[in-house]
């Protein structure tokens, strides 16, 4: 059976990501992404309102056009976690092809929010749930199937996603940690990555997100995150001003730390901002969390400021505000603190939790220095880095290597640069470059089997 990948979006960035795999006559493609800093650069870009052509002009969507060079037909889109950067550009992309979209269910429930909010195009591909542990037949050879491998990163019910074919598999290791002590969810299922490299033609091909291959160890455990967490809100128990938390809003798990410790400081717990009630909200209907009752979710900028109003008029030292904002975007909840448009004052001494990392991008980092300056002119004191990244290290990435023992490895989710540190990691463990490690770009196609 003929088998290629192609290499459509994420090979030449952080973001965008898409990968297509035929397999004979069947197509899967995976992941279809938005590079946020390319919108970010733009003033008061409304994405749901673009055309893709001109998002794929800014660079921000996957160019899809290299999908014609593959002989076959898409049957299945299969985007493996809820991070924009891998499901922003469906609504653009999926209604050019006639196949459902599989996820799990929290991903499918971030997927159909990201579609009701499209603007410009019309997406009818059926949704359809999967969970981690089961197969999918594709096409109608009956030779082709589609697994879900549970892992673990920073957003809940993420997979990693495996096509089977008589060749072998090709498994798809975008986003992960190696997580055995997750706060929510089960741990990463390293068993069932050693059965699939033991299993009939083991795997044929292996594509890894290369975002830490160049720092040593392992990713530690949202578990370790949590216990820093904690011991920070521990030191600041007895402060009787404002404290203000930032996180990523779809880090279900921080979020869900957050509000505990906040209760425990006897501190009222309020989730602000859009993204923090889309993705929270959606958790807790789903049953992934179970937040306390009184615990608000405001998103609209009036009922925030209402919100904001409410703390003031209480008391600061009574609540703990979480907010958008970890990345210093423009319009998020603690940018707009940082500059004085809401009614939240903030005094000297008062208190701003970071547990997130900047993500390395110039965009990112430029905002967030300006944030940092706006809230320490009004006197915040920074809490910074209380945070464990989502992806896997060093060590992490030869376990991998050990557990699937692939046949070809294809470096994804970098720049050129940052392909280098895996390109050397994979080297000590006997790949050749040119040979059975393939460093790729956009828009190019890589035949594995002819």
């Known amino acids: 059976m003929e088998i ?3 290499t459509i979006g994420g090979y030449e960035e952080v973001g965008r990501q898409m990968t297509a795999v035929r397999a004979g006559d069947d197509i899967v493609i995976f992941d279809m992404g938005l590079n946020l800093s390319k919108v970010l650069i ?14 794929i002009d800014m660079g921000a969507i996957p160019d899809d056009r290299v999908m014609s060079d593959l002989e076959g037909d898409v049957q299945a889109i299969v985007p493996t976690h809820g991070h924009l950067d891998h499901i922003g550009a469906i609504s653009k992309l999926a209604h050019r092809y006639d196949a459902p979209i599989v996820a799990s269910p929290f991903t499918i429930e971030l997927v159909k929010q990201q579609i009701e909010g499209e603007q410009k195009f019309g997406v009818n591909n059926d949704l359809q749930k999967m969970e981690a542990g089961e197969m999918l037949e594709i096409g109608d050879s ?4 589609l697994e ?3 892992v673990t990163h920073s957003i809940i019910d993420a997979i990693n996603p495996v096509v089977h074919t008589p060749e072998g598999a090709v498994v798809y290791g975008l986003d992960k940690r190696m997580d055995h002590t997750p ?8 068993d069932r990555f050693r059965e699939i490299g033991r299993e009939g033609n083991g795997v044929l091909a292996y594509i890894e997100d290369c975002t830490n291959a160049g720092r040593k160890g392992r990713t530690p455990s949202e578990s370790t995150a949590r216990g820093h967490l904690k011991d920070v809100m521990g030191s600041i128990e007895d402060y009787d001003g404002g404290i203000v938390a930032t996180t990523f809003s779809s880090h279900i798990a921080r979020v869900s730390s957050l509000v505990e410790f906040a209760k425990d400081m006897g501190r009222q717990p309020v989730l602000l901002g859009r993204s ?3 993705y929270s909200g959606t958790a807790e209907r789903l049953g992934f969390v179970d937040f306390p009752d009184d615990v608000g979710m405001y998103g609209h900028r009036k009922s925030v400021d209402r919100t904001f109003k409410r703390i003031m008029n209480e008391g600061k030292e009574n609540f703990l505000p979480i907010v958008t904002g970890h990345q210093g975007e423009p319009r998020a909840m603690l940018t707009r603190m940082g500059r004085g448009e809401t009614p939240y004052q903030l005094d000297e001494g008062d208190k701003v939790l970071f547990s997130a990392r900047v993500i390395p991008e110039p965009t990112n980092e430029g905002q967030r220095y300006q944030s940092e300056k706006l809230l320490g002119m009004q006197g915040a004191r920074i809490y ?3 945070h464990v990244s989502g992806h896997l290290r060093e060590e992490g990435h030869y376990q991998m290597l050990d557990a699937l023992e692939p046949e070809n490895v294809i470096p994804a ?3 050129m640069k940052g392909f280098a540190p895996y390109v050397d990691l994979a080297a000590k463990k006997g790949y050749t470059l040119g040979r059975d490690l393939h460093v790729t770009r956009n828009g190019n196609i890589i035949n594995l089997v002819e």
């Open 4 to 6: 290629d990948i192609a």
């Open 42 to 55: 733009h003033d008061n870009v409304e994405t749901e309102r673009m055309h893709s052509l001109d998002l």
């Open 142 to 145: 009956g030779n082709v199937q």
């Open 148 to 150: 879900f491998v549970n």
């Open 183 to 190: 706060v929510i969810g089960d741990p990463i299922d390293m």
């Open 276 to 278: 923090m009630e889309k």
């Open 384 to 386: 910074d880095d209380i």
């Open 413 to 415: 989710h970098q720049d």
